[in-house]
């Protein structure tokens, strides 16, 4: 009885494991294994159902090595009999021989994916991927091969053995009356100790008082920051990033009793402000980049930097992101089919998202938010507007705009019309400095600009239009008006140099909009970030939250 129930609770957790990091797989700018059998996978809130199949996993795996070794079973599996194989002379024999073998393979794949795991849980990326999703194909090979194995040695009599328990013999090694209890009063306290290590491990941020508060210039140079202590937090597999996806975001805060301050720094190699820019061909206007139309460019676009703010420590984000095609069925789904953000129990997660050509330089930080699903409207229902579930802005308006009109999954293959033309383009494309429509990793210098403004520019006209040479590049982004309502309550400055971005940001501690997370000191807060380079929503995952204190 004990193997039978240790048995289907290890298969049932390495299913759920499989399916769920498959699903999260798929999401990958080069899946193709997972991404064929995406069809197939499960959709939703998939980060807290891997995390704690793994935990199963891992606690039902330390329960059966308990279980072998207290029951006198673990002959039956010990490495010598391995010589079986030279020895046998019979298929039987050898079959036995391959299926100890398996099962000890079974717990190296179990180690090397609880390894692996773990790294990739506290951010670490690069070849740690690679191994994570080899022992997890690996898994799904060895799934058929051991049922084939079992077939091999007793045909479909000892597959069934594992629905017909029978009762547990004497053994010499035998060494408790009780195998399957003390197995698990072994496993439970491990699996917790794993869970109490997590949660009393976990970084801490804490948000002392200054009597001086910083200049939101992107430059730590002041008395303020070098006091702070910094919280450095490992994100990956982002796209780009210099190819190997990772950026190490280095965080600080501190308040002066009405506002909060942040400062964030983060790896970035290339400052990228050109945002979707509009290149005149003979037959009009192109933007260039690629996949625009499913909002999933990773060429030319801008640098960003989220962070979000939650009273919920749920993984995933605070529980709010949602993988698959169609994670809700009574709404669309997103343009580029890879999931939505909403929260589920009703809560509202602060969102702050800098954006460097769409005010980022210009002193602004988004004030968003991720809820409740939205019901879509009749455009985002017909695939005419980007449907973006639970993630939406605060209430206002922001200054910039697109200088093109929107154009669903597909489009953009051909010329498009401008909404803002310069009134000076010579002018307008020196202060873009360099551009290269087959290089988007040209380094943007600083005091270039890559957005129009209403002095700048004006409405567009086909006469004035007709003026403007083949070859002329323009931006993308319009600034016009300005930053208004809940919208508008973060400030902030950035600057790049050598590799990395800071950014400094502040808000009032408490701003009484039913969108934000006020800063109150006892009152615990929960903070992911995630770094954007040149694209559009393909972010580095930041999976282990950040606890915010403020003192």
């Known amino acids: 009885m004990g193997t039978l129930l240790l048995h289907w609770l290890t298969v049932g957790a390495v299913m759920v494991s499989l399916a769920t990091g498959l699903r999260i797989s798929a999401d990958a700018l080069d899946a193709v294994i997972s991404r064929w059998m995406a069809p197939i996978l499960p959709q939703g809130e998939i980060w807290s159902v891997h995390i704690i199949a793994g935990l199963t996993l891992f606690g039902a795996s330390t329960a059966y090595l308990a279980y072998m070794a207290l029951s006198g079973l673990g002959n039956r599996v010990a490495l010598r009999r391995l010589k079986m194989w030279r020895m046998a002379t019979t298929s039987k024999l050898r079959w036995m021989s391959a299926n100890i073998l398996l099962h000890w393979l079974l717990y190296a794949l179990v180690i090397v994916l609880t390894v692996t795991g773990i790294l990739l849980y506290l951010g670490f990326g690069g070849w740690v991927v690679s191994v994570h999703v080899t022992a997890a194909m690996s898994m799904l090979a060895y ?13 479909w009599r000892q597959l069934l053995r594992i629905f017909r328990p029978a009762r547990l013999m004497p053994a010499a090694g035998r060494r408790s009356q009780r195998p399957l209890l003390m197995a698990t009063v072994i496993a439970i306290p491990v699996a917790a100790a794993a869970v109490g290590l997590d949660f009393g491990s976990r970084d801490e941020l804490v948000v002392g008082q200054a009597r001086t508060p910083p200049t939101l210039d992107g430059v730590l140079d002041e008395d303020v920051w070098r006091n702070a202590r910094p919280v450095r937090v490992r994100t990956q597999q982002g796209a780009n990033l210099g190819g190997s996806g990772e950026s190490t975001v280095e965080i600080r805060a501190v308040h002066d009793g009405a506002k909060i301050y942040f400062a964030f720094r983060w790896q970035d190699p290339t400052r990228s402000l050109a ?8 037959d009009g206007w192109h933007v260039v980049g690629t996949h625009a139309g499913e909002a999933d460019v990773v060429d030319f676009y801008e ?3 989220a962070v979000i703010f939650s009273r919920s420590d749920g993984f995933g984000a605070g529980g709010a992101t949602h993988l698959g095609p169609k994670p809700l069925d009574d709404k669309p789904s997103s343009l580029n089919q890879r999931g939505l953000h909403y929260t589920g129990d009703g809560s509202v997660i602060d969102m702050w998202q800098w954006k460097a050509s769409r005010g980022g330089l210009l002193g602004y930080m988004d004030d968003q938010y991720i809820g409740p699903p939205r019901e879509p409207t009749a455009d985002e229902a017909a695939k005419r507007a980007r449907y973006q579930g639970g993630y939406w802005n605060d ?15 597909g489009g953009y293959a051909g010329p498009v019309t401008p909404k803002r033309l310069p009134n000076d383009p010579a002018a307008t494309m020196a202060a873009l400095g360099r551009f290269d429509a087959k290089n988007p990793e040209l380094i943007h210098d600083e005091g270039t600009r890559w957005w129009l403004t209403e002095t700048d520019s004006a409405p567009y006209s086909a006469e004035a239009d007709a003026r403007i040479p083949v070859g002329t590049v323009m931006p993308g982004v319009v600034i016009l008006g300005a930053y208004e309502g809940d919208r508008a309550q973060i400030r902030a400055g950035a600057r ?22 006020d800063f109150e000191p ?4 929960y903070l992911w970030v995630a770094v954007f ?17 403020l003192h």
């Open 303 to 305: 640098d960003k930097f």
């Open 275 to 282: 945002r979707l820019p509009l290149l005149k061909q003979q």
């Open 522 to 525: 006892g009152t615990p807060v």
């Open 143 to 155: 799934t058929l091969v051991h049922i084939l194995s079992h077939f091999g040695y007793g045909g």
């Open 395 to 409: 209430p206002g308006r922001a200054f910039y705009s697109y200088n093109f009109g929107f154009e669903g999954p």
């Open 533 to 549: 380079d040149h694209t559009q929503t393909r972010h580095t995952r930041h999976v282990r939250p950040v606890t915010l204190k």
């Open 496 to 517: 790049w140099k050598d590799g990395y971005w800071t950014l400094e940001a502040s808000r009032d501690l408490r701003t009484g909009s039913a969108y934000d997370v």
